[in-house]
């Protein structure tokens, strides 16, 4: 049921996408989510207000994106947050991560600093 008006917004679409990244065997970035076995937690799968409360009281506002803070885990509360797409971009399975006096960062950030 369609009740809460919201499906027009930013937070729409980003909650659609998310599920088809991890259920759409032709979407584009499927072999990177669904693919590896990454999944929507049922909490957020079937109920977008539940989706929307959580991004409500975790942050969210239109200049951020969804990110797992275990690339290899699901989307599920726990494992969510919400960063900037610099922020993201060091969140990646590809990135080396160096920890130098109790900083980490990754190869590339360490190599311009």
């Known amino acids: 049921s369609r009740t809460h008006g919201m499906t027009n917004t930013k937070l729409f679409?980003?909650?659609?996408?998310?599920?088809?990244?991890?259920?759409?065997?032709?979407?584009?970035?499927?072999?990177d989510y669904g693919g590896r076995g990454i999944r929507v937690c049922d909490e957020w799968l079937y109920n977008f207000m539940n989706f929307y409360n959580w991004a409500i009281k975790n942050g969210y506002n239109e200049g951020l994106t969804i990110d797992r803070i275990n690339v290899n885990k699901d989307y599920e509360p726990?494992?969510?947050?919400?960063?900037?797409i610099q922020e993201?971009?060091?969140?990646?399975?590809?990135?080396?991560?160096?920890?130098?006096?109790g900083k980490t960062d990754t190869l590339k950030n360490w190599a311009r600093k």
């Open 13 to 31: 679409n980003v909650w659609q996408s998310m599920k088809q990244r991890c259920s759409d065997k032709n979407h584009k970035n499927f072999k």
């Open 78 to 84: 726990s494992n969510c947050r919400w960063a900037t």
């Open 88 to 101: 993201q971009a060091k969140n990646k399975r590809k990135n080396t991560l160096i920890t130098y006096k």
